[in-house]
Structure formats: C-alpha cells, structure tokens
C-alpha cells in the first residue's frame, strides 16, 4: 500500500531543463505549492562536480553517475543490416537540471521556419512571433544583449559566443575553407537565420563555467521559498488517473518507499523518451498496445509515443598535427559550426549543420582529434518509443528509425563527402595529418568513458600515435573495427551508405513523442496548451511536446517552451 503525503497545487515529473523551468516560474507566486520530482541526483549552486562545471562536456556526459542506466536504443534502418539494428547505450541525462547539466552546451534557438511549421502543424500560438519573446525572457546574452528585438539581456541563462581569436589553427582554416566554397563568416548564430559559419553559442557564465538549469534557475533564493519542495532520486512510477482527470502521481522515494503525491495539476516533464514511457504506465496512449502490456486504458491517445524525432549525425575526423590542436586545459571544443541549405526544393532553410570539434574526447588520444560532424538539422525520419514491460524500473524500448527517410539518408551522405573534401583540402594539410571516418563504436565509446585506466591507457597511446605512423594507422583501424578507408567511402555510393546505416547516431536531441496538435488531430498528445487530450489536470512540458524538429540543439528550445507554459499555468490560475 502505497503511503500519502499532504497534496501539492502542482507537481512536475522530472526535473530536467523544463521542469527546473517550471519549478522556478510557478513558485514565484507564493500561493502556489510546488513539487518537483527528479529520479536522479541534486545540484546545487556551490557544490557543483568539476566535470559538469567544466567547459568542456566531454567527462560528463559519458559519466554513468548522472545517465540513465541500461538505456538502449536502435538507431539504424536496414534490416538486412544486423549491426545497425544493435541497440546501443544512449547517454539520456539522469540529474538535475537533465541534459543541461551534462550536455554540449549548445546555446541555439533554432530558424524561425520551424516555429511557423509547429503553428502549421495544428501547434497554435507556437509561432515565431510567439515565442521570440519567451526566447528573449530565458537568456542574458553576454555579447548582443543591444539588440533588444532578438536578444534578451536580464534572463538566467547566460549566452556568449566562442570568440574568434581564441579559435584553434584547424578552426581557422576550416571556415576559410568554407569560406572558399562560398558559406561566408557571420558573427551570431541566433541571430538573422542564414548560411554561414559562425562562433558557437554556447551556455557558459561569465567565469567560463558551464550554466546548468538547475542553478541557473533554481538559485540559493528560488530554494529557500517555503511553497517550493525538490525530491531528488525520487522516480515517478505512474500518474494516478481517475474519472478523466489526473488527481496525484504515484512516486518511489529514494529509501522504497511509494508515496502518492495529490495535486489539482500534474505536469509530466520527463524527457522525449520518459515522458511518453510514463504516460503509457499510466494508461495513456495507444489502445491495443496498453491492453497488450495489462495496463488499463485512462485515455486513448495513438500518437504517445509516435513521432519520435532526432538529428541523423555522422562524423569524418582528422589526426591533427600538433600546430592545430586546441591547447591543454579545459576548454570548449566546439569553436565555430557551418549551417548552410540543401540544394533540394523540398529542404527548409539552414536545413544541415556542421560542427569544428577541435577535440574528440576529454583523453590524450581525443585530444589528438579533430572531427567536422555534421547532423540533418531539419530530419524527417520518425521512430517509437514503446514500453517493454508496465514495471517503471524498466526502460523503454527506444527505436528511432534514423534514415528510414529516403531526405535524410541522401543529405547526410552529401555532408560526408562534403567534410571528406574540406579535410583533405590543400590549406588544411599542413594541420591534418590522417583523415578517416570516426564512428562512435562500442570500442570507441568504451573509450570515452572517463575511468582512470582509460585516461592511463589514452596517455600512453597518444606519444605513440605522434611518433609512429604504422602504429596510428593500426591503433585508427581498430578503433573503427572493419570501417572502409575514406576515399573508399567517397567513390562508393552503395558502400557509403551502407556505412552510413550502420554507423548513423544521433545528437541526444530525441523530441516529438507527445506531440501538440489540434484536439481533432489523432496523432496529437496535447492541445496547443500542452494538456494532454482527453484527461483534465495533465499536461505535458519538454521536447517531447515538439511537434517537429527544431534546426538547434534542443536545450534551448526546451527552456523557450517551459517559460511559455509557465506563463500560461500561471494565467489560467489567476483567471
């Protein structure tokens, strides 16, 4: 028998980027009694861990400690392809603050084209005339804060650019590559949307450190309010449905014990891939598929789950000679990105991005390389996401069908050959030594884990790979296991897409699966109000809500769609 607590106003399931938003706007009325639940663990202004606080993300988003365990998902589309229909770990946050607090610190918005999409879409009130105010309230943008009309000065997340002259000699003379292939240099990535190259936009303070949501917006002060609590390592099992209206949420404490948590208004906020998970525990969603798995029917909604979005991603890479590296220390490694348009009718605006990582891993070997990684900034493929079991301790199953979509498969081989061709172009040979394909294989990832063998085992290789070029080239073949040369790939279209299914990742951008519609719209999860259809005092809030994919990172666009409901819970309180 599950224990009861004294009933909150609100309750938010999940404390990622959205519900620290939610928290922090909806306390600010001190009539309102505020619980946020997260599973994973506190991060407090003060005592946040070197590795999150760090420029550079690379330690903490392949920290196990603040992931999701046994999170698996599919990626590829071939079916006659086994490896690509391997699941593989997705690295989905599993802390305050979510991906904020060990992302990549991306600080982008996204074209104003996919806002007016959503609106099209049955998405009503999302356009970009709506939400270029809640864009402006979120941020303190730390370089353009004059141009009032985009750019907002007093939010809590601080945005900047990495400038120029701080950029590596590979960075440089990527954009004037670029620049030769006719993408100019601009100066702000959330500013005019057009192609170019541009300094990245990136969450970082004014010390340099990363600004995670969790302490950005949940502040000593936010904390210290009486009609606010934070149950952290706490998992939301299911919400608690009945007569058609969410009345509670049935909750697991850190110590085991369940606890049902009443509230005039639920707010689920758990990320693309928990939120749709939580809501088919609860008995929303597909019909036929919840009547499979046992679980009652609350609502039937087919789109749960459904529309699962992400950014097809593939990398080239390059050995880098000494001169081009990025230099010791924690630092960014991201320096400029390319965003340009495909030459197809049907691509949107800025539909493909590049990014000049200067380094490829927090190790001595990563530091050795540089990759452009592109991603289909605009992607049409969807996936699923389903639940293997109606036990809340078992993840989902997660298949995202990545280049099941013929416009996706056929840009992302462009971009390859496209980032083959800059790194091997003669201004950059004096910076590249080797180019070849980088794959992020179970090898690699086994890698990247940041375990004190592996940073022996990297500070060992890494004067090897630099004094002999036999063993680079081995030590590089197997970290790819059996990948096809470069050029190889570039002369061959069949294999280069073969290589592509196989080794296509993602960009933990998933968005989509509870999508906002019309309420007559059958693949919609939520009215344009984020209130899920059919069960009163249930909303959703996070990436999970988007109805198509933004061309950004997805943090920000997250945090734009938390501001903006906030302000909508709180005007429908007061009327």
């Not at 004059?146 to 990495?162: N, T």
């Not at 006719?182 to 949307?193: E, L």
């Not at 001169?323 to 949107?348: C, F």
Request: net charge neutral; hydrophobic share 45%; glycine share 10%.
């Amino acid at each position: 028998m599950a224990g009861a607590v004294e009933p909150f106003d609100v309750v938010i399931l999940g404390g990622g980027s959205a519900g620290c938003v939610l928290a922090a706007r909806l306390s600010e009325d001190p009539g309102t009694r505020v619980l946020l639940v997260e599973a994973g663990q506190d991060l407090r202004a003060g005592a946040v861990p070197a590795a999150i606080a760090s420029p550079y993300p690379g330690r903490a988003y392949f920290n196990g400690a603040w992931t999701w365990p046994a999170l698996t998902v599919r990626m590829g589309t071939d079916a006659s392809n086994e490896e690509a229909r391997v699941a593989r770990p997705y690295e989905q946050a599993r802390i305050l603050g979510g991906g904020s607090s060990i992302n990549g610190i991306g600080a982008n918005r996204g074209s104003p084209f996919d806002y007016d999409e959503w609106a099209a879409e049955g998405a009503a009130g999302w356009s970009w005339s709506d939400v270029l105010p809640y864009f402006r309230k979120l941020e303190r943008d730390l370089d353009f804060a004059e141009d009032a009309q985009l750019h907002g000065r007093d939010g809590p997340l601080p945005v900047r650019r990495i400038p120029r002259p701080e950029h590596t000699a590979f960075a440089r003379a990527a954009e004037e590559e670029f620049g030769r292939r006719g993408y100019p240099s601009r100066a702000d990535q959330n500013g005019a949307w057009e192609d170019g190259v541009f300094p990245i936009t990136v969450n970082l303070d004014e010390e340099g450190k990363r600004a995670s949501v969790a302490t950005a917006y949940l502040t000593p002060d936010v904390r210290r309010r009486a009609n606010l609590a934070i149950w952290t390592e706490a998992v939301a099992e299911r919400v608690i449905i009945r007569g058609g209206r969410a009345v509670g949420a049935r909750v697991r404490r850190p110590d085991g014990m369940v606890v049902e948590v009443g509230a005039s208004l639920i707010v689920v906020s758990a990320g693309a891939l928990h939120s749709p998970a939580l809501l088919l525990r609860s008995g929303v969603g597909p019909a036929q598929a919840l009547a499979d798995l046992g679980i009652e029917v609350a609502a039937r909604r087919d789109g749960v789950g459904r529309n699962l979005l992400e950014h097809p991603s593939i990398g080239v890479s390059a050995f880098l000679a000494p001169a081009g590296r990025l230099p010791p220390g924690d630092r960014y490694h991201i320096q400029a990105i390319l965003r340009w348009t495909s030459p197809y009718d049907w691509a949107a605006p800025g539909d493909m991005h590049m990014a000049i990582n200067t380094r490829s891993g927090w190790h001595a070997v990563g530091h050795r390389i540089g990759t452009l990684f592109t991603w289909v900034n605009k992607s049409y493929s969807r996936g699923v996401v389903e639940l293997a079991s109606p036990d809340p301790t078992a993840p989902p199953l997660v298949d995202f069908r990545l280049l099941s979509d013929e416009r996706d498969l056929v840009r992302l081989a462009d971009s390859f050959r496209f980032a083959a061709a800059v790194l091997t172009a003669p201004r950059l040979a004096d910076l590249v030594v080797q180019a070849f394909p980088s794959t992020y294989s179970a090898r690699v990832k086994r890698l990247l884990r940041p375990t004190a063998l592996n940073g022996l085992l990297m500070a060992i290789a890494g004067p090897i790979m630099d004094a002999h070029a036999g063993l680079r080239a081995r030590m590089l073949d197997a970290a790819q296991e059996g990948t096809a040369a470069l050029d190889a790939l570039c002369r061959d279209e069949d294999a280069l897409r073969a290589h592509l299914k196989r080794h296509v990742g993602g960009v933990w951008h998933p968005c989509g699966t509870c999508r906002l519609g019309a309420e007559d719209d059958p693949g919609a999860v939520c009215d344009s109000g984020g209130r899920v259809i059919g069960v009163d005092g249930l909303m959703v809030c996070d990436a999970s809500v988007m109805p198509t994919i933004p061309c950004a990172n997805l943090n920000v666009p997250t945090l734009m769609i938390a501001e903006k409901t906030a302000d909508a819970i709180k005007a429908r309180q007061r009327a």
